[in-house]
């Protein structure tokens, strides 16, 4: 494992991170063999947002004993109300939750202390301007966070926060698929990835000037959705036409000025171990100049992240698990007798879906969430008695 400085900080960072999102449903036992193998493979950072108390109490078993062997990205402003995850931006709700992480990962301090998805100018203005970085700098000053960072999707967004001089940390989403949509995209043909056709595949100079001007502040990158939620991994679903590996997305995150933390998402000890087998695969394997041929073809519209932003749903549906046992069953010819348990197992599935659309504005992707709720009533059929 290589090891980064993560900007300003100082702190010293494995390349490699290890996303939490995919703690949510594992027991202590699972969440303990996680850590155990990331520990064992050099990955000292972790990001957790989510809420749900089992997962934070499990992650606080997982570290028991070895606190200091790792750089915790915490997340405020997430909060579990109602039966599942949403962001907030009450200043009470926000301190109960953040004080709730505290105390079910058994620690004292938070190393970055991660203000949650602010994607625009509005939201922008309510975080920097009131209660919330208030409090965050309350929290720094007292040392119960060391530094500050902020979660975006939007280049222009994120680089008000760096120009703000007041977060030492950006979580920000990169891939090449992101990364390349032209400047001039209007943002809800952005949110489709409609860009891309315009752009000629070249970075759009709105994220390589934020990039650059993190490098240049000392404002360090850690990046989510580094593999597109899969996206990226089969030709048939890549926006290039062609598949990259797990390395390759790695090598392109880590090739951006500014990145110092590449975050996956594990689920299992075997996916803590394809990630970092980064580190063993020769430079030549980790070149990802294949998806910029001549040819390559641009059919990518919004997919769905899992990231569940577009909570909180008024059916209590988790939209991030119906459609990612929506994605496994359409790999397969027939639908897996595997995933359809998992899906009819959830409290919510899409039938109870009330076609609403509360949703789909709160997608950072554009992802059209009812187009894939009624697909699912489809492939899954009717509800089982």
Not at 6 to 28: D, H, M, Q, Y
Not at 93 to 113: C, M, P
Not at 260 to 267: A, D, L, P, R, S
Not at 355 to 380: I, S, Y
Request: overall charge negative; some cysteine.
């Amino acid at each position: 494992m290589q090891y980064r400085t993560l900007g300003r900080t100082g702190l010293k960072v494995s390349e490699i991170g290890l996303g939490g999102e995919w703690f949510n449903g594992l027991t202590a036992e699972e969440s303990t063999a996680i850590v155990d193998t990331a520990q064992q493979s050099g990955i000292n950072y972790i990001d957790i947002f989510m809420p749900q108390a089992p997962t934070r109490s499990n992650l606080g078993i997982a570290l028991k004993g070895r606190r200091e062997a790792f750089i915790i990205q915490g997340h405020l402003c997430t909060v579990f109300e109602d039966g599942q995850y949403t962001r907030t931006r009450d200043i009470e709700k926000t301190k109960r939750s953040f004080a709730d992480l505290l105390e079910r990962l058994q620690t004292d301090y938070i190393d970055v202390g991660m203000i949650h998805y602010v994607d625009s100018e509005e939201d922008f203005r309510t975080v920097f301007e009131g209660p919330v970085m208030e409090y965050a700098k309350e929290l720094k000053a007292s040392g119960v966070v060391r530094h500050l960072g902020m979660s975006s999707h939007n280049p222009h967004i994120a680089l008000k926060a760096v120009e703000s001089g007041l977060i030492d940390v950006l979580m920000f989403s990169i891939n090449p698929a992101y990364d390349m949509e032209a400047a001039d995209t209007d943002i809800y043909d952005l949110m489709e990835f409609k860009g891309m056709a315009q752009s000629g595949l070249v970075v759009d100079e709105a994220r390589q000037k934020l990039y650059s001007a993190c490098e240049a502040a000392g404002v360090a990158i850690t990046v989510m959705k580094p593999l597109g939620a899969g996206t990226l991994l089969k030709a048939e679903s890549s926006p290039f036409g062609t598949a990259m590996t797990v390395p390759q997305c790695i090598q392109y995150c880590l090739d951006r000025n500014g990145v110092k933390v590449v975050i996956v998402g594990c689920h299992t000890v075997e996916e803590v171990k394809e990630a970092v087998k980064y580190d063993e695969v020769p430079a030549a394997e980790r070149s990802y100049a294949h998806i910029f041929s001549a040819g390559s073809t641009i059919h990518m519209t919004g997919r769905c992240m899992y990231c569940n932003h577009c909570q909180p749903c008024p059916a209590h549906i988790d939209i991030a698990a119906v459609t990612k046992f929506l994605d496994l069953a359409k790999q397969q010819d027939t639908v897996p007798e595997t995933v359809a348990q998992h899906y009819w197992a959830l409290s919510a599935t899409a039938d109870d879906c009330l076609m609403c659309g509360r949703c789909e504005p709160n997608c950072p992707f554009g992802v059209k969430v009812r187009e894939n709720m009624k697909e699912a009533r489809v492939v899954f059929g009717q509800k089982r008695v």
